[in-house]
């Protein structure tokens, strides 16, 4: 089994036993552990730009710094916070997980929706990188659960250590991805059985409630 985790910011859940008990994960960008969201990375997948940034930072062979925390921050300080990247960059441990790129791109992304009949399509040019890992997975034909992805369309879509400006042009106006479309999307993947993600319908409350 393969858990994917995304990087919403549970305050009131702790997922930790929960998502340590999945034989795989696999996590994005600029991640943090310990953080209601589990205590391992098998594999860390980057967005294009952010992979190429980060090998510039970092010597991935002997896991030293390169380059220093300046350069990184130059590229991101529009996105993340400047303590939570600081964090990222002291945590990063390529040596201990599997490391990769992804971008899938709106007629690879509808030409295997429409293989399995799915009624959406893909409606921006490009996916996010969360988004490009689903469709990459169920290309392969593998089974695998989702957990801390936003799968409401109205929600805003938060994230770790993301800045709140950056966060209202993700949830709003971003004209490179589609929200409505990948929330859609999953939703349908979950009701047909290519994948699950009950573990995303967990609302951040302290009582365990489910979104119905």
């Given at each position: 089994?393969?858990?994917?985790?995304?990087?919403?910011?549970?305050?009131?859940?702790?997922?930790?036993?929960?998502?340590?008990?999945?034989?795989?994960?696999?996590?994005?960008?600029?991640?943090?552990?310990?953080?209601?969201?589990?205590?391992?990375?098998?594999?860390?997948?980057?967005?294009?730009?952010?992979?190429?940034?980060?090998?510039?930072?970092?010597?991935?062979?002997?896991?030293?710094?390169?380059?220093?925390?300046?350069?990184?921050?130059?590229?991101?300080?529009?996105?993340?916070?400047?303590?939570?990247l600081?964090?990222?960059?002291?945590?990063?441990?390529?040596?201990?997980?599997?490391?990769?790129?992804?971008?899938?791109?709106?007629?690879?992304?509808?030409?295997?929706?429409?293989?399995?009949?799915?009624?959406?399509?893909?409606?921006?040019?490009?996916?996010?990188?969360?988004?490009?890992?689903?469709?990459?997975?169920?290309?392969?034909?593998?089974?695998?659960?989702?957990?801390?992805?936003?799968?409401?369309?109205k929600?805003?879509r938060?994230?770790?250590?993301?800045?709140?400006?950056?966060?209202?042009?993700?949830?709003?106006?971003?004209?490179?991805?589609?929200?409505?479309?990948?929330?859609?999307?999953?939703?349908?993947?979950?009701?047909?059985?290519?994948?699950?993600?009950?573990?995303?319908?967990?609302?951040?409350?302290?009582?365990?409630?489910?979104?119905?």
């Amino acid at each position: 089994m393969k858990l994917l985790i995304g990087n919403y910011p549970y305050k009131h859940v702790n997922f930790d036993n929960v998502l340590n008990s999945f034989e795989e994960n696999c996590r994005f960008n600029c991640v943090l552990l310990n953080e209601n969201n589990g205590k391992k990375c098998d594999e860390l997948i980057l967005c294009c730009h952010l992979y190429e940034n980060v090998k510039k930072t970092f010597d991935w062979k002997n896991n030293s710094r390169t380059a220093q925390f300046d350069y990184l921050y130059s590229k991101y300080k529009h996105c993340y916070t400047k303590e939570y990247l600081y964090k990222f960059y002291q945590n990063f441990q390529p040596s201990q997980y599997k490391i990769g790129h992804i971008k899938k791109e709106k007629n690879e992304i509808n030409k295997f929706l429409q293989a399995i009949k799915c009624p959406y399509s893909y409606k921006a040019r490009i996916a996010r990188t969360g988004f490009s890992k689903i469709i990459d997975e169920l290309q392969k034909k593998n089974r695998i659960y989702l957990s801390h992805f936003t799968i409401d369309n109205k929600a805003m879509r938060y994230s770790n250590g993301v800045l709140k400006e950056q966060i209202v042009i993700e949830s709003t106006g971003c004209h490179l991805y589609s929200k409505e479309s990948e929330t859609q999307i999953i939703m349908w993947l979950h009701e047909n059985n290519y994948l699950d993600a009950t573990l995303c319908m967990i609302l951040d409350q302290k009582k365990l409630t489910f979104k119905t």
